[in-house]
């Protein structure tokens, strides 16, 4: 099982969260990213951020990464999109 936790911060309060979860063994790690970074936009109703190099570079570094302003092409109304792996395929 691969799950993610996805949070929007506004004001360092959490104001909507989501846990998505990808079991699928026969698809890479890349693959269950994209697929619950879209799906838990969708859940959420927001756009699917951009991967900037920093966002690349944190999350290959710490399993995690925020989407800002620059991440989205609309406006937002929160701080950041905090994207986090919670669990791993053993």
Not at 6 to 22: E, G, H, P, Q, S
Not at 26 to 37: I, N, Q
Not at 57 to 64: N, P, Q
Request: charged letters at 35%; a negative charge.
């Amino acid at each position: 099982m691969f799950r993610v936790w996805m949070k929007i911060i506004k004001d360092t309060r959490l104001l909507r969260d989501t846990v998505i979860a990808i079991d699928d063994p026969a698809e890479t790690r890349t693959h269950k990213v994209y697929k619950a970074l879209e799906d838990g936009c969708h859940e959420l109703n927001l756009s699917i951020p951009i991967w900037l190099e920093l966002n690349k570079k944190d999350f290959i570094r710490y399993a995690r990464t925020r989407f800002t302003q620059d991440s989205f092409i609309e406006t937002i109304d929160f701080d950041y999109l905090e994207f986090r792996v919670i669990e791993e395929d053993t």
